[in-house]
Every structure is written in structure tokens, then in C-alpha cells.
């Protein structure tokens, strides 16, 4: 799928540049255009092809997306390199970058972000950091993906339906807020100052405080309940439904299969009402925006170039529902992975903090600086081995039944 992909933004790039040679930085739209209609196409052959039928997901089909959609992720950055040396569709041409080499031996007035052209191997490297930290910070959004799971007591073969359609929603809020945020930094850069200090804080906040562990109490939840029509039973795989009574289910002697019976005469409402279904749904969304709060900035720590944020934060979640199969039952293992992504959350934070800080010195009476960049590999290098390292520790000093419990 990948190389289908290469040789599509190929032949499209030959194309647009005979038409409009002046500009290929102006075809990047199409790098975005092209982008999006891969992820469609891999959306529309989970729920349509691989998904059709509501079924619970098996550790072991779980493992196989998770390598599946994996492999496709790590895949992409050998297209960004390339795509970024030959200059696909204008990529890597007049690209935002952070003013590193310009600063050395300058005046530390120098803009912050610049445009210039950015090589293969960098935006690969960026690409790779972008989509390890996000990865890592969504493993902090299972444990609330499998809290709402219970607290809803979803079926099992209904939560892929719930993570589907939760992914769909998280694509459509993300993109927004990458091209709003995206827009806002190149013009006021001094909100990467704002940015890293709210991942530092947010990373304080993980550290030190307990979040609400009652789904019942947000409040989406409880305006729901309040002003719409609400049933407290499953209508299949259905977010709405015009029954009134719980619905039962028969066996087919023959073939084993449990279908669901129909519903007593008159006994459907004229108007459609909310079930369980879709009120963990509304909460599974509330949850991935409270997380790209975080998650996005961190990236934008990374690299300030809107292709590379939005498609290494798209591929990280495009695993994310098969992550949560292979790691919900998993999760309360690894006692030390929250504390890894804390400290995570915080050195992305202090390297955007290093970066924006310096040049806004003089703001507050001080001699302005030079920005100061932590390298991309350096980077890659402390998120894994802070995972890695997490990983060992929890297996090696595991958790105590009490503390799981």
C-alpha cells in the first residue's frame, strides 16, 4: 500500500510541475490530499471488509493489526525520506523549520522558525520521534479506553465498533487542531513558550494529581442524560434506538447462531434514544481531545513542519484500537510505564521550552540568547530507551496483587 502510494505522489508530482513549474512548493495540498485518501482507504477496509461483522477481537488478531498498522507507520518515514530529498508535491521545499544553523555565531534576535528546504534523512528522523512520543502518550489513553469499557460494561464484540468510530472522530478534531495550531505558531512563534510550559505542567499535574476515575460525573455524561431521551440496555451494536425494552436473544439450533429477536408489538417509541453505546463513544472522544492537548504540542516540540506532525499523529492513532486489544488486559503490568510517559511529557516540554525561551529574554530585563536545540536523534534516542527502560523495570519488579488490585 505504501509503495502504491510512492508511486502515486511520483507520477502526480511530474504531472503538476509541467502545469505549474513555477511553484512546486504550491502542491503540497496534494501531499495532504493524497495522505488523507490512503487513510480512508485503510479505514474503509477495517470497518467494510475486515470488521463487517461485530465479533470479539482475539489477543491474536489484535497482535496481527498492531504489526499490520505498525509496519504501515514505520513504513511511511522511508516515504518522507524520499518524498523529502526528490521534493514530491513540494515537500521539503520552503518547509518551516526551527532556526537552528542560522543561530550559530548570529544575533540571538533571529526568528525562532524559518522556511528552507529540509532534507530526507532529518524529516524521516522527525517523522520517527513524532510517532514514537505520540505512541507513547496514547498508551496513557488506553487506561481510560478500558475505565469507560467498564464502567459501560460494553461488550466485547461491540468495542471495536466504539473505537472505530471514536478513531474517525479523533482524525477529524486532530487535523483541525494541527492546522489551527500549525498557523498560529509560524505567525506568533512566542506561543512555543506557552506550549512547553504547559507540557511541563501537564507532566507535574500527572505526577502529583489523581484525575476523576467516575465516567458517571463528566459532563457530557450527565447532560446527556439530562436533556435527551437515554435507554440503560444494548440494542446490538446500535449508538440509537427506538426500543423500549431490553431486547432478547434466541439460538439457532442448527447453526449455533445468536441472533437478537424482534421487538414486541408495540413496543417501539416514535422517537430515537441514546444507548450506552454511544455515551461511551461521546466519553471515548472527550478523552482522545483531552489527550491531543497534550499529545500535539509534544510533537510540535519536535518539529514545527505541519506534513510531519499531522501524518505521524494520524499513523499513531490509526493503531491505536488494535494497541488497546493487545494492551488493555496488560496494562496494570507495567507499572512503570506512566511514569515513563510523564517523563516523556516533560522532556518535550523542557526541549521546546530550550528552543523558544532564550530569544525572549530581553522581554523580562535579561540578555537575549541563542535558542538551544536538542538534536532529533538525540531525541528518538532518550524516548525509547525511557520506554525500554520502563518495560524491563516493570517486568523485573513487578507490581505487588495488592497494588494491582
Known sequence: MIETFLLAADTATTTAIATDGANPASLKMWAYVAFIGLVVLFLALDLGVFHREAHEVSMKEAATWSVIWLSCGLAFSAFVWKAYDANWLGLGLDTPRYNTHELAGQVPEQPIIVSGTVEGAEAAKQYLVGYVVEKSLAMDNIFIIALIFSFFAV?????????????????????????????????????????????????????????????????AVRLCKKFLPTVDFYDGQRFFTKRTLKPTYSTDPATGKVTMDPA???????????????????????????????????????TPDPFIVFTSNIFAILGLRAFYFCLAALIAKFRFLKPALILILAFVGVKLLLLSVPPYLGAIGLEAQKSIKIDTTLSLVIVLATLALATVLSIAIPAKAKEQA
Open 264 to 302: 414486541p408489538a408495540g413496543s417501539l417509541s416514535a422517537k430515537w434514544s441514546i444507548t450506552p453505546l454511544f455515551l461511551a463513544l461521546i466519553l471515548v472522544e472527550i478523552t482522545d481531545l483531552v489527550f491531543a492537548v497534550d499529545s500535539i504540542p509534544a510533537i510540535f516540540a519536535i
Open 155 to 219: 461488550p466485547a464484540k461491540y468495542q471495536h465498533r466504539v473505537l472505530f468510530w471514536g478513531i474517525i472522530g479523533a482524525l477529524i478534531m486532530r487535523g483541525g487542531m494541527i492546522g489551527v495550531g500549525a498557523g498560529l505558531i509560524l505567525k506568533y512563534q512566542w506561543i512555543l513558550i506557552v506550549l512547553g510550559g504547559f507540557l511541563v505542567l501537564t507532566a507535574l499535574k500527572m505526577a502529583l494529581i489523581k484525575g476523576n476515575d467516575d465516567p458517571s460525573q463528566n459532563f
